[in-house]
């Protein structure tokens, strides 16, 4: 029996309306009656006002999506006794004046704090560094500080809407350093899409932090601005849209094979996206030994005959699947165990997901729309993973970047390394117990107290053993 596609409530779509309402029986009933016709979900009632004549509410209402909050609006204001006075974003609301802000760590309340922390005494610890620029490690927050850096041309799902669009997300992310892994990250939106003028203004800037966190970047510029940063800067660069994904994706993959009792070598896998995502997903899969890899984008199967893929696709399949010939998705996916999606919305036809092999795994990560829809979908799969927060196992780049980044700042690492990478996944993975591995829970929440530290030692070690670390790891009890 198909199973029809259906809209998903989302809190990211919340609404609060202010309701003048004529004061007589039945009435709120109707109000209550129109949001469910709409597809919206009621949720908490506040009494504003009461008169004899009206009441004054401010009612919380979940849409689907935004088209449907404003029609909802509009629909009330059509009924008879019903006032609209205000409606309310919760989403816009929260953002209001923007998610962080700069504190200072010493209270400065008197002439004297003020001299040691100003003038005259910054003097003096301006001249211990300009002795020795190794003690800017420790007595600046050079030591914990990221800048989180985009120009603005790949934002989310929602392409090249310019470095300003793009501000809130680099805030949600410096938020998210600094709530799971007390880093402290800076959002910079530059106002440039050369990205030669990306890699200089990153250069120029990159004295005051002790890594960089490339963002939102389109490929295949990002591909460039990333490998000339590693070169010519002796801080950490790490991409997210890159390597954050295929860390959580190895992960989740691992577990997910664990699950159905296949070794991760022996599974055929099909990466549908050949961009940033896709092919570090599918680089580092290779490294974890992965041995069957194809890579897909909008034109099918990338394979080496083709003219129109750049350098970066043709040497991804020329290292991992110098076989690969002319075909569709379709064909792709046909007899393949593993469907990975890194593209855009519902590209994988159910005919499409019937023709896998078992086990079958499907991780459908667009957001907020993924390949295939999940309600449809995933009974028909052994392991289904999505990269909503309203499905089980979300695959998120936040249960990566934050432990990442804590390792690399506490080893002081100059680069970060594919072995840093492969450690950082094993520890994710990990952070789920074997005895708690089920086709729902391949991955550990965002909010799981284990999953930045159990990362940030991974990567420590990994770092001192690939020779990149400044400073050895904490050996742990010794503080």
């Known amino acids: 029996m198909e199973i029809a596609s259906r809209q998903v409530l989302s809190p990211a779509y919340r609404l609060v309306l202010r309701l003048e309402i004529d004061n007589r029986p039945g009435m709120f009933a109707r109000v209550a009656q129109r949001i469910g016709e709409m597809g919206c979900s009621l949720g908490a009632i506040d009494l504003v006002e009461a008169t004899p004549q ?18 909802l609006a509009d629909s009330l204001r059509e009924l008879d006794g019903v006032n609209v006075r205000a409606v309310s974003d919760r989403t816009l609301l929260v953002h209001l004046g923007g998610k962080i802000e700069v504190k200072g760590r010493i209270p400065v309340r008197t002439r004297d704090e003020l001299s040691l922390v100003y003038t005259p005494g910054v003097a003096r610890v301006c001249r211990v560094i300009a002795a020795d620029e190794e003690r800017a ?14 120009d603005g041309t790949a934002i989310l799902g929602l392409g090249d809407i310019g470095p300003l669009a793009g501000l809130p997300v680099m805030e949600g992310k410096a938020m998210l350093f600094a709530e799971l892994a007390g880093v402290n990250a800076f959002p910079i939106v530059l106002g440039t899409k050369n990205p030669d003028e990306v890699i200089d203004t990153v250069v120029r800037i990159s004295p005051g932090f002790g890594g960089i966190n490339l963002e939102d970047i389109a490929a295949p510029a990002c591909f460039y601005v990333e490998r ?3 070169e010519l800067l002796d801080i950490p660069v790490f991409h997210d849209d890159q390597h954050g994904t295929a860390i959580v994706v190895l ?4 577990n997910a094979a664990a699950v159905v009792g296949v070794p991760l070598a022996s599974l055929k896998i099909v990466i549908a996206g050949a961009g940033a995502a896709g092919i570090a997903t599918a680089r580092l899969l290779a490294e974890a030994g992965v041995r069957a890899i194809r890579l897909c984008d909008r034109q099918g199967v990338v394979h080496s005959g083709r ?8 040497a991804t399949v020329r290292d991992l699947d110098p076989s690969a010939a002319a075909g569709t998705l379709a064909d792709a996916v046909r007899g393949a165990h593993v469907f990975i999606g890194v593209s855009g919305p519902r590209i994988l036809s159910m005919d499409m997901l019937r023709s896998m092999a078992r086990p079958r795994i499907v991780f459908a990560l667009s957001n907020p729309d993924p390949e295939i829809d999940p309600i449809a979908a995933a009974p028909e799969t052994d392991i289904f993973a ?13 249960l990566a970047f934050p432990g990442v980044f804590r390792g690399l700042l506490d080893s002081r690492s100059s680069s970060i390394t594919t072995r840093m990478e492969l450690a950082a996944a094993e520890a994710l993975a990990a952070t789920v117990v074997a005895e708690a591995r089920s086709a729902e829970y391949i991955l550990p929440s965002v909010f799981d107290r284990d999953v930045v530290p159990n990362i940030a030692a991974a990567v420590a070690e990994a770092a001192a053993a690939s020779g990149v670390a400044r400073r050895a790891p904490r050996v742990q009890g010794l503080g």
Do not use: Y
Request: some cysteine.
């Open 228 to 230: 000339r940063l590693r």
């Open 251 to 254: 992960a989740a993959l691992r």
């Open 54 to 71: 009206h009441t004054l509410r401010d009612v919380t209402v979940d849409c689907p999506d935004e088209g449907t909050g404003v029609r």
């Open 386 to 398: 999505t990269g909503r927060s309203d499905f089980p196992n979300q695959v998120n780049n936040a």
């Open 307 to 314: 003219a129109d893929i750049n350098e970066d696709k043709r």
């Open 137 to 150: 490690w420790t007595l600046t927050m050079k030591r914990n500080a990221v800048a989180v850096v985009t």
